[in-house]
């Protein structure tokens, strides 16, 4: 059974730091794309950045460009987020997906993790 479990969100401070993982389980997963969309409440989930098979191919929403980066670790099967800079706007539960593909849209993702909350205070 294939399993998506995040961890490493909280509540941290506008301008603060934080990193967020994913372990995925139950298939490997070294020849798909990873990715992490955000929903803050009342809104659609956005894209925020993926990466693909090769580490060295990564997509970054421009919301974040410049503050997030995508990294994974194919022998753990993990997917991180790092998050500098975090504005209040970043507020929201932020999930990891795999699929064949990657890509910004959420329907190229075929598992998805339960998600993890991110709160940032002012």
């Known amino acids: 059974q294939v399993q998506l479990v995040e961890s490493g969100g909280g509540l941290v401070q506008a301008g603060g730091s934080l990193t967020l993982s994913c372990a995925a389980s139950?298939?490997?997963?070294?020849?798909?794309?990873m990715g992490w969309f955000r929903q803050a409440p009342g809104k659609e989930r956005e894209f925020v950045a993926t990466i693909s098979w090769n580490p060295g191919n990564t997509a970054i929403a421009d919301s974040v460009k410049g503050r997030f980066t995508i990294s994974r670790d194919n022998a753990k099967d993990r997917v991180y987020l790092q998050m500098n800079n975090l504005k209040i706007e970043d507020t929201a539960v932020y999930s990891c997906a795999v699929g064949p593909w990657g890509g910004f849209n959420q329907d190229e993702y075929n598992y998805w993790g339960q998600g993890t909350q991110v709160t940032v205070s002012s």
């Open positions: 139950g298939r490997t997963f070294s020849n798909y794309a």
